[in-house]
């Protein structure tokens, strides 16, 4: 009797404590659900290996301010089961008050956990951002105003589609403005379209179309010129600035429109000499040796026959010791007395050669059938070559490295 007794006393611990046991196992269960289920609010965890710590307010605003905040990138909980890799240990989120990571120093685990769904690392928002557009407040000392205008041109009807839209910060002869603009397709200088005045404003808003007829082969030899005019008191019209703007470096086809701004130019209203002008902007870069020319137009050129058989273009030659280095033409342009180039040539020179060194600039009229005709040349260099502006020019853009000189010069017929 007394084992039986004992037998049963001790079936009975071993039974109270196996029910202990399954009872703690399934409370922890409970209890590891439970902690799951709160996530769905996010609750912020550091890295497996560190400790819980409490950041004070100064700390996170010392963050954000240092750096810019990340915007978490996440796949939806629909997702889930095709193939994510794991979580690794190196998992967070975030406190329920501040929607964005703040990103941490030193490598990451490219997946994190967040409300039921992965985070696939982060976007920078500061990578999206359009650039700031400082055409309207960036202007240059000496500016004469800016002038906004678009093009495009519809292959089918052949047509060049004009749109004025703005000038900005104009520089009148008087207190009030009323501009208006001119609007030609060079070489035609006798044909124009012509904007609405705009009365008592520096600033006037266009918003105006305009058409020209063009095939698209002699497209990409034709300028556009825009002259802006102000209109006094006494209807006289006073030229404040012109933008000359060449279609043969722009792409026209597909009908892509094209939004453009320029500075306006000062005209040059001196008469044309006797065999026509030519303008020009010499640079050199003395760290890398190297002479850069700019031919930008020639005007009053005395063209033996005015056709679009007649084709103008520049050519220019190095030279060194009066022994020729190297030349480089532009492009022709046909049929007119005042083309428009804009087009750069570089050559290589030593800074030691400045001295020995001249540039020549010769204006060919090409017609077919005949003998290229030289219709002027202007030289400049140093004094060894040049005198009067042809040596300013050569000795301004020396003393002005890197920067572009723009000169006129005339042209003469001595070879």
Request: charge should be positive; aromatic fraction near 10%.
């Amino acid at each position: 009797q007394a084992v039986a007794v004992a037998g049963g006393i001790i079936g009975g611990i071993l039974l109270f404590v196996l029910i202990g046991i399954t009872a703690y196992l399934l409370w922890k269960k409970f209890c590891h659900l439970l902690s799951y289920e709160k996530l769905t609010s996010p609750v912020k965890t550091t890295n497996a290996n560190a400790t819980f710590q409490d950041q004070s307010t100064s700390e996170i605003q010392l963050k954000s301010t240092s750096r810019s905040r990340s915007i978490p990138f996440i796949i939806p909980p629909t997702l889930h089961g095709r193939d994510w890799i794991n979580l690794t240990n190196e998992e967070q989120v975030q406190e329920d008050s501040d929607p964005y990571v703040i990103p941490q120093d030193g490598p990451r685990s490219s997946f994190h956990s967040l409300a039921g769904a992965y985070v696939v690392g982060t976007i920078n928002p500061e990578l999206y951002k359009f650039p700031e557009d400082k055409s309207e407040t960036d202007f240059p000392e000496g500016n004469i105003g800016r002038l906004w205008f678009s093009i495009e041109y519809e292959q089918e009807s052949e047509r060049l589609l004009v749109s004025l839209i703005k000038v900005r910060k104009l520089q009148p002869p008087a207190d009030s403005c009323s501009p208006f603009v001119k609007i030609y397709l060079l070489p035609d200088e006798r044909s124009y379209l012509q904007s609405k005045t705009k009365r008592r404003t520096l600033n006037p808003q266009f918003d105006e179309n305009f058409v020209f007829q063009v095939s698209s082969k002699m497209l990409l030899q034709r300028t556009l010129k825009f002259l802006v005019y102000h209109v006094d008191k006494q209807k006289k019209h006073h030229l404040l600035g012109q933008v000359i703007f060449p279609l043969r470096n722009e792409t026209l086809t597909g009908d892509n429109k094209l939004v453009i701004w320029r500075d306006l130019e000062k005209e040059n209203l001196e008469p044309p000499s006797e065999y026509g002008d030519i303008q020009f902007s010499l640079s050199y870069n003395d760290y890398l040796g190297r002479l850069t020319v700019v031919v930008l137009r020639a005007r009053g050129l005395k063209l033996q026959e005015e056709s679009h058989a007649v084709s103008v273009y520049v050519k220019v030659s190095l030279m060194n010791h009066n022994k020729f280095i190297k030349s480089k033409k532009t492009a022709a342009v046909l049929g007119s007395p005042n083309p428009v180039y804009n087009e750069t040539f570089s050559f290589k020179a030593d800074q030691t050669e400045l001295d020995t060194a001249s540039l020549s600039l010769s204006v060919l009229q090409n017609i077919k059938g005949e003998k290229t005709h030289l219709l002027g040349r202007v030289v400049v260099g140093p004094f060894m070559y040049t005198r009067g502006k042809e040596l300013e020019h050569w000795n301004e853009m020396i003393s002005k490295p890197k920067e572009l000189v723009k000169r006129w010069h005339t042209l003469c017929h001595s070879t």
